[in-house]
Structures are given as C-alpha cells and as structure tokens.
C-alpha cells in the first residue's frame, strides 16, 4: 500500500500541491503521484533553486507525514545516517558487568559454561536498546509512515551511494549486530535531490524514479511569485519576471533561483515599488545575484535589461 492516498489522480494532486503554494507543471505532479502508487524513491535533478527541496518539503506537509531530512556532505558513513552505538551508555553498562561479576559466574562449571554466561550477558550491549538511529533508521521506524529526504547525494561520497542501495529497493538496512530492520509498518516516501555536482551511480539511479526540474519559463514563474506573493502588482510581476528571465539567458557565475525571484518580490513591495526602473534595480541587485563580479557584470547592462524586461512585461 502506498505511504497515503496522495490523490485520486494527477490532476487532483497538482491541485493539491498548489494551495499548498507549491505551484508546478504536470510533469512533477505525475513524477510524484506515480512515486507514490509504486512505492518508488524518486530522484529529483536540476539547477539549485528550483524547489526540489521545497517538493519533499510539501509533500510531507500535503500528506501530514512527519519530514526526516538526510543532508548530505563529503565524508557522511552510516553512522551520521543509518545509526550508531550509545557508547556511553556501554560503557556505564560495562561497569556494571565488572561490579556483577561473580554474581553472573556464580555457580558456573568450568570456564566453558563461564564463557558462555559471559557471551549472553555481552550480547545486550549491541541491541536495540543501545542503538542511536539516524535519519535513514528513524524512517523506516516511523509508525505511521513518513518522508525521507536525501538532500544534494550528489555532495555525499560514491561509497555513501552503495549505503543507500538496500534502502531504495527493499526499504530495509542490514545492521551486522541485529540484523535486517524492515519499514515498521508504511515504507517511507522517498526524495532524493542532486545538483548535478557529479554523476550519480547506474545502481542508484536503477531503484529511482528520475525527475528533472529545469528554471520554469515566464508564465509558471509569474504563477510561483503570485502565489507566493499575491499583493505584487500585476504591472510589476511581469516585469520583474521578465527580468529574471533575462538574466538566466547570461553568463553568470550562479543564475538566480526562484526562491531569489520571491525575495526580490518581497523586497521590491518593501520598498512600495510600482514598475521597474533602472536605480532600483541597480539598489536591490544583491537580492538576486550573490557573486559582486555578477553584480558588476549585469550594471553594464542594467539600462538594455530593463528596457527589454518592460517590452517583454507589454506583450499580451
């Protein structure tokens, strides 16, 4: 069965995702409802900024499932994300053990029959009640389901990829000392992102649904900021829109985001802003561009963009 009944189709999903204020093309709405009827992991690839995170994110909040979210870096092993021992809590135990000592070896016959009350007293030190789960572990415990984000693998390490293999396909991790730990009761729904920093192993992306969200075009950007910020102008909105689309089109060190674009929404009705012009964009160009040689760049321009900006805002 599916973590929940997400929707009775895609269109009613996308729907719902929307007043959520996740506002996304039918592409993302199919790519998730299909996840969720399959029970597949669905890896989402794209340019950073574009609401790969933000799905997951909506998602949970859509379904009313807890989020357990998995960020990934360079040097991550399993136990930052599968688990580890409570190796304070051993070594109080531990302590314990010396103390009872001769209470555990009383009446032992020879020192086979104390090795092995030894051994059974030994083995509680790697059982569940020492076990300190991590985020991959905490999903698959979770009662009542849940989503799990692996956010930016593509930062995490090719050995980290082989971790996460098991837990795509079966929804399960081995642990050597307890043994295979399967989803309690609902797998979970599970989010992958990757920037495209590296490639992604066959292997891993075998078990995944794959996704791609590239920048959205004018019309589905002008959609996000009004659902986002729905006082903005409609003057404005195209304006502001067409401007950001413009400066995707140059060569700069890092293209503004849609999350940049609803910042710059919020600080252009801060600022009791109408319609674009040259000084004010020049004023608030750090909201939306975060390298001063990309600044520097887009003021040689600023006059032509802003005109082209106005034109294309004119269009029907």
Request: with cysteine.
């Amino acid at each position: 069965m599916p973590v929940k009944n997400i929707a009775a189709s895609v269109e009613s999903l996308q729907q719902s995702l929307e007043s959520h204020q996740y506002i996304c093309s039918k592409q993302i709405a199919t790519a998730v409802y299909i996840a969720n009827q399959l029970e597949k992991p669905v890896l989402i690839e794209g340019p950073p900024g574009v609401g790969k995170t933000e799905l997951a994110k909506t998602t949970a909040e859509m379904l009313d499932l807890p989020l357990i979210r998995l960020q990934c870096y360079e040097g991550l092993d399993d136990a930052k994300a599968i688990y580890e021992w409570k190796y304070g809590k051993q070594l109080l135990y531990t302590q314990v053990l010396k103390q009872a000592l001769e209470e555990v070896l009383s009446g032992a016959k020879g020192l086979a029959e104390s090795v092995r009350r030894l051994h059974e007293f030994g083995d509680i030190f790697f059982s569940e009640e020492f076990l300190e789960p991590r985020p991959l572990l905490k999903a698959l415990n979770a009662e009542n389901g849940c989503v799990l984000l692996i956010d930016e693998v593509d930062k995490a390490d090719h050995e980290f990829e082989s971790l996460l293999l098991e837990l795509l396909s079966d929804y399960q991790i081995s642990i050597p000392e307890i043994g295979t730990v399967k989803a309690k009761t609902k797998p979970p729904m599970v989010f992958l992102t990757s920037n495209n920093t590296r490639e992604l192993s066959d292997a891993l992306k075998r078990r995944c649904l794959h996704l791609y969200i590239p920048f959205p075009d004018s019309a589905l950007e002008r959609r996000i900021v009004h659902a986002r910020v729905p006082e903005i102008p409609p003057v404005l909105e195209r304006q502001l829109v067409a401007f950001i689309q413009a400066l995707r089109e140059l060569d700069l060190k890092k293209l503004p985001a849609i999350s940049e674009t609803i910042d710059w929404a919020r600080t252009l009705m801060l600022l009791h802003s109408e319609q674009l012009d040259p000084e004010l964009i020049k004023d608030t160009l750090n909201v939306i561009l975060k390298f001063q040689e990309d600044i520097e760049n887009v003021e040689l321009e600023l006059s032509t963009l802003t005109q082209t900006a106005i034109r294309e805002a004119e269009r029907p």
